[in-house]
């Protein structure tokens, strides 16, 4: 199955909402023109920065619609299914095929602790059900409390031929590395998901990243892969030491805040986060801006 599509920075797309939690429809289209008029290479729908687990089904398909219809084709857009159960996330799986995504990536189950032979009973059926739909693999222990094994990849890899890569959000080089070097035969495609970590990543040979900060500094985060690709290695290098403190200062907020809080200071007006989450405290916005302010980035506390 090609895959060569999957590349390039890709962003887990913020879901601006009202006062009252609803999609503001406005701002999600402005805010997708902004991000590929940057240079991002596709968007991602539903991704943990995109608060999908504060969504249900309907919510989930009036966004996707929206950005479907606004995209428009100019990049591809891929949809994120993170429940825990098997049979929710194929039924939502099959909805993004409907609806016509270019491929769906799939999280591992939270709050449980699967085995290894339940998780692969997991990922298999869902690349089943999606058919001639292609699907990704993420792997995001931060999150779930654990990680997606080298061993459970291959195997799937080899087995599921429209299970074209992953999104690898450990921030482990090595692992990101075996990943890429015990699939390479398949034409398996490895994304860093790590935003600090794009550099190296790419140097081991992933495609690309996932990286939350594509959706207010797309530029900057949009330089490291494009330098990287036309040779440019001490530019590519640079950017990432620019990109890291502000990609840093946000873990002094509690996720997925502090990617919305910098969005609206540097005017993109993507709302609160959803309750019980809350906008990042004062003292947290003083240090957000002093990050920016440090590393380029012009604004003042009233903006």
């Known amino acids: 199955m090609d895959a060569s599509f999957f590349k390039g920075i890709i962003p887990p797309i913020a879901t601006p909402i009202d006062e009252n ?16 008029d940057r240079g991002v290479s596709g968007i991602l729908a539903f991704g943990s920065n995109s608060e999908f687990y504060m969504m249900d089904k309907a919510e989930q398909k009036e966004v996707l619609s929206i950005i479907l219809d606004q995209v428009n084709g ?27 995504v270019s491929a769906v990536s799939v999280l591992q189950p939270m709050f449980l602790k699967p085995t290894e032979d339940e998780l692969y009973t997991h990922f298999s059926s869902i690349a089943s059900a999606l058919g001639d739909t292609p699907m990704l693999l993420y792997n995001n222990p931060g999150r779930t409390g654990y990680p997606i094994s080298q061993n459970l990849v291959e195997r799937l890899a080899h087995e599921n031929e429209n299970l074209i890569g992953m999104k690898d959000s450990s921030g482990d080089i090595t ?27 790419l140097a081991v ?10 959706n207010f500094i797309p530029e900057l985060v949009c330089s490291i892969y494009d ?26 907020s509690s996720f ?48």
Do not use: W
């Not at 990432?240 to 403190?245: E, I, S």
């Not at 309750?275 to 506390?301: C, D, F, H, M, W």
């Open 205 to 214: 040979g992933c495609v690309g990243a996932v990286c939350c900060t594509a």
């Open 227 to 252: 330098k990287f690709m036309a040779g440019d290695l001490k530019g590519a290098l640079e950017a990432q030491f620019r990109l890291n403190p502000i990609r840093i200062q946000m873990d002094s």
């Open 74 to 100: 100019r990049v591809p857009v891929y949809m994120g299914v993170g429940m825990i159960r098997t049979k929710a996330c194929i039924d939502l799986a099959l909805m993004g095929k409907e609806m016509g």
């Open 21 to 36: 939690e609803n999609v503001n429809e406005n701002k999600l289209r402005e805010h997708i023109d902004f991000m590929i």
């Open 175 to 201: 692992q990101t590395e075996e990943f890429i070097r015990r699939n390479r035969d398949v034409g398996f495609r490895v994304m860093c998901g790590k935003d600090t970590v794009i550099f190296p990543g």
């Open 256 to 303: 997925p805040v502090a990617m919305k809080d910098l969005g609206n200071i540097l005017g993109r007006e993507l709302g609160k986060p959803f309750l019980p989450n809350k906008p990042s405290t004062e003292a947290q916005v003083k240090g957000l801006i002093k990050v920016l302010n440090e590393n380029g980035y012009k604004v003042t506390e009233e903006k």
